[in-house]
Structure formats: structure tokens, C-alpha cells
């Protein structure tokens, strides 16, 4: 088992910034691929990234490219999402999970543990 815990959402203006937090516990961090997710009100649940298990590899949705980077530090079991130039469709409720699969996943069903989420506002 994996337990995953988001935090550092809230309420930012458009053009601004904020780092979102994943922390893990459970079984080995390290092993398992992360991936970001988000959902916003009356939407699916929709893919923003993913890191592999060593961090070398990222890959991110086109909507997000550019202004969002994850990063991942192994010997704290966290893993960051880290946003900038946020505009008002960035609105949403953003999860965390974990996959075995070694270099992550754009599809919900591959991941294995999800974290509660952390909601994130952008004001116009």
C-alpha cells in the first residue's frame, strides 16, 4: 500500500504561481512512477503529468506544457507540482497518484494509489 497526501493548494490570481506537495508513505517511493491529475467542477478527472521513478522523465498534457514542471525528490517521498503563469481553467481539484508501471501513465485506470487531492483556485 501506498498513502499519498496533497497539500499547498488555495487561491491564487491569474499569472501567479504555486508548488503543489505529494507526500508518500507506504511502500518504497522510489519504485513507483507519480502522476498529476485534476478535476474541475462537472469535469472528468483529466491528465496534467507524470514523472518516472528516477525523475529523469517528465511528460506533460498540451494544456499545461510550458508553464507546469514536476520534480520529484526520492529521499523525502515527495513529489512536486510545481505551476506558474496559472489562469482561471487551471481551476480545479488536483490529485497525485502512484504507478508501478516505470515510466507513468496518461490514464487514470493505470495508476494504483491516489492521493485526496488539493484544491487549487485561480481569480481572474
Known amino acids: 500500500q501506498v498513502q499519498l497526501v496533497e497539500s499547498g493548494g488555495g487561491l491564487v490570481q491569474a499569472g501567479g504561481s504555486l508548488r503543489l506537495s505529494c507526500a508518500a508513505s507506504?511502500?518504497?517511493?522510489?519504485?513507483?512512477?507519480m502522476g498529476w491529475f485534476r478535476q474541475a467542477p462537472g469535469k472528468e478527472r483529466e491528465f496534467v503529468g507524470y514523472?518516472?521513478?528516477?525523475?529523469?522523465?517528465?511528460y506533460y498534457a498540451n494544456t499545461v506544457k510550458g508553464r507546469f514542471t514536476i520534480s520529484r525528490d526520492n529521499a523525502k517521498n515527495t513529489v512536486y507540482l510545481q505551476m506558474s503563469s496559472l489562469k482561471p481553467d487551471d481551476t480545479a481539484a488536483y490529485y497525485c497518484?502512484?504507478?508501478?508501471?516505470?515510466?507513468?501513465?496518461?490514464?487514470?485506470?493505470?495508476?494504483?494509489?491516489w492521493g485526496q487531492g488539493t484544491q487549487v483556485t485561480v481569480s481572474s
Open positions: 497518484a502512484a504507478t508501478a508501471r516505470p515510466f507513468g501513465s496518461t490514464s487514470l485506470g493505470n495508476y494504483d494509489y
Open positions: 507506504g511502500r518504497t517511493f522510489s519504485g513507483y512512477a
Open positions: 514523472i518516472n521513478w528516477s525523475g529523469e522523465t517528465t
